[in-house]
C-alpha cells in the first residue's frame, strides 16, 4: 500500500434534505474531493411507518420523511475536517432532527479509482 493511501477516510452523511445535495457535492469539488457514491436511504423510523403496520403506535415516535440520501466518500484525511465544516455551512444546524448526520472511519485498503 502506497504512503498516500494510507492517510485515506471514509467520509459518510446522511442527508434528508435533498433539495442540498448539489451544492454540497459542488462544495465537495471545490474542496478537491475526488469522487462520491449518492445512494438513496430511509431510516429506521420510515420502516417502521411504511412496512411495520404492527408498530404503528411507535410511528409517532419518529419523524415523517420522504427518505434521504447516503453519500460515501473515500478522501485524504486532510480534507475530511473543510468537509465537514461545509456540511456544516450547508446544512445548518446540524443537531436539529431531519437534518444530517456525518461521521469518518479510516480506511485500511482502497483499489480501484486512482486518487
Do not use: Y
Request: aromatic share 6%; hydrophobic share 45%; charged share 25%.
Amino acid at each position: 500500500m502506497s504512503e498516500e493511501k494510507q492517510d485515506q477516510k471514509l467520509v459518510i452523511v446522511v442527508l434528508d434534505d435533498r433539495e442540498i445535495l448539489d451544492d454540497l457535492l459542488m462544495g465537495f469539488v471545490d474542496l478537491g474531493v475526488r469522487g462520491a457514491t449518492v445512494l438513496d436511504s430511509q431510516g429506521m423510523g420510515q420502516i417502521i411507518r411504511q412496512d411495520m403496520p404492527i408498530f404503528s403506535g411507535l410511528a409517532n415516535l419518529f419523524p415523517q420523511t420522504s427518505g434521504s440520501v447516503t453519500i460515501l466518500s473515500v478522501m485524504d484525511h486532510s480534507l475530511v475536517e473543510s468537509s465537514f465544516e461545509l456540511i456544516d455551512e450547508i446544512v445548518g444546524e446540524i443537531d436539529r432532527p431531519n437534518s444530517a448526520i456525518c461521521f469518518s472511519l479510516p480506511v485500511e485498503q482502497f483499489r480501484g479509482i486512482k486518487h
